[in-house]
């Protein structure tokens, strides 16, 4: 079991793939319209958060990153600029689709939390600053993101934004006690070293709950996307756009403020990147299975997007951000000149 955790954080993307494919076969053949799903959403949301909240060190804030023109301009790009993106979007590429606009506009509303450390340590990128931005990100979500969802959402679907609220309160807040008070008691009844051996595994734990959304999610609504193929398009041409326009805004941004690659790279994850675990987990709660079809869609793009940003855009944004230094008689001159 502990063999197939690692696998699952490792390949996830292959795995989420793996899911949707099978859910869409199963789906078609086998009604499955009719199934209550929220239970197993419930399930699948506890499974997903609590493990990926025990790992976060949320206490080690004050001692990490300090680059604050860096954060407070990456969770602008994270809640703010990503909105605004994702409203675009959902006024465009998803206008006839007010199920699937709602998707996106999701996207845009819940920024990247535990995962934007990953990432970072991947791309060689400022892990403290990462991880400022990812609790303070995170803390911040029950607050901004109902009225983001709501002001851009409304006009689509009903959208009720005190249960909003209190769904966010309930999936992010009392997991992340529940998270700091299991791995204060870990640590102190087996040691820290125990501990960093058990949260090798909480990444894995966490996306089997993704992958049971996922699975039960796509397969209620298998019949439906089978025969209107055109979904898929839709879906992924949304969400890549979304991708696309978020990483070019940042890496001007990151320019812009003449930032080095490893801050750089942080706002470029955090303005790329979003939350799957919570979208998922409120999307298979509150709203429709079209709506969290596409979010169960994302798991597979963003992951192969991000990779791409890493291995493939890495070495030329790093390029692009690095500042000319001055040559050796450039310098001896402006020293003659003093």
């Not at 206008?95 to 791309?123: H, K």
Request: glycine letters at 6%; proline letters at 5%; aromatic letters at 12%.
């Amino acid at each position: 079991m502990s063999k197939l955790l690692l696998l699952i954080k490792k390949r996830l993307y292959i795995f989420v793939s793996i899911a949707f494919v099978a859910a869409l076969i199963l789906g078609y053949y086998v009604p499955m319209q009719k199934i209550d799903i929220k239970p197993i959403s419930m399930f699948a949301v506890f499974l997903m958060l609590y493990p990926m909240l025990t790992g976060m060190a949320v206490e080690k804030v004050k001692k990490a990153g300090r680059h604050y023109k860096l954060i407070g301009l990456t969770l602008t790009f994270a809640f703010i600029i990503s909105s605004l993106t994702a409203f675009l979007l959902s006024r465009t590429v998803f206008v006839t689709q007010p199920e699937l606009a709602l998707a996106i506009i999701m996207v845009g509303a819940i920024p990247c939390s535990n995962m934007l450390i990953g990432w970072s340590g991947i791309a060689d990128a400022s892990i403290e600053d990462a991880l400022v931005i990812a609790v303070i990100g995170l803390l911040l979500i029950p607050f901004i993101s109902p009225l983001i969802i709501k002001i851009s959402g409304g006009p689509l679907v009903p959208i009720n934004t005190g249960k909003l609220f209190l769904n966010l309160i309930l999936y992010i807040v009392i997991p992340l006690i529940l998270g700091y008070i299991t791995r204060k008691t870990i640590i102190k009844t087996k040691g820290q070293k125990y501990f960093m051996h058990l949260k090798q595994y909480f990444p894995g734990v966490s996306a089997t709950g993704i992958l049971l959304i996922v699975f039960f999610s796509v397969a209620k609504v298998a019949p439906v996307v089978i025969k209107e193929p055109v979904v898929f398009l839709i879906v992924t041409g949304g969400l890549f756009f979304y991708y696309l326009i978020q990483t070019l805004l940042s890496v001007f941004a990151a320019k812009l403020f003449k930032f080095n690659y490893a801050q750089g790279m942080i706002l470029i994850l955090g303005a790329t990147a979003s939350s799957q675990a919570i979208s998922l987990a409120l999307a298979a709660t509150m709203f429709s299975s079209m709506t969290v079809f596409a979010l169960s869609f994302k798991p597979i793009l963003q992951v192969l997007y991000i990779m791409l940003l890493i291995y493939g855009l890495g070495p030329k944004i790093k390029k692009y951000l690095e500042r000319p230094a001055l040559n050796t008689a450039t310098q001896t001159a402006k020293t003659t000149k003093l």
